[in-house]
């Protein structure tokens, strides 16, 4: 459970420096989530922490679509209370890679941090300076799934 940001996202004037500072939580899990409401509820609250959530499921006969879901692909994931603003969770279940080798397993498992990174930097409103000191362009601004019409 994510109770609050790290230290380094309390202070305002370190969210620049925090683009770069990040905090992967890797979680490696053969079974459900027994809250889900509540899971969805601490991910979207911790979306704006320079903060990317990994989730490697393992075991052959698990239900993962709990874990689909909170990898935020097909939209953004709703809270008690609001929208994400950003994707922050990639899973991956370790049987379609089990046979595939440790760099391909590797690859998709770090594969959306790089935007993860870049997302987080346009929330806060700071440039990202590639490897050379040159400014980068910045990233298009998440699309918000439509808010669904009240009936």
């Known amino acids: 459970m994510i109770r609050r940001p790290p230290r380094s996202t309390l202070s305002s004037s370190s969210a620049a420096s ?7 939580l890797l979680i490696i899990t053969d079974g459900e989530i027994t809250d889900m409401d509540k899971t969805i509820n601490e991910i979207v609250a911790a979306d704006d922490a320079p903060l990317s959530i990994v989730i490697v499921g ?4 698990c239900d993962f679509s709990a874990m689909d879901q909170l990898d935020g692909d097909g939209g953004f994931l709703r809270g008690y209370s609001r929208t994400s603003r950003r994707d922050i969770v990639q899973f991956v279940p370790f049987r379609t890679f ?4 440790s760099e391909l397993l590797a690859a998709e498992v770090l594969r959306e941090i790089p ?23 910045q990233p298009q601004q998440p699309q918000q799934p439509p808010a669904a019409p009240i009936v």
């Open 115 to 137: 935007r993860q990174v870049e997302d987080f930097a346009m929330l806060k409103n700071i440039k990202v300076v590639n490897n050379v000191g040159q400014p980068q362009q």
């Open 58 to 61: 393992v075991g052959n006969g």
């Open 18 to 24: 925090d683009v770069y500072k990040r905090q992967v």
């Open 98 to 101: 089990a046979n595939a080798g």
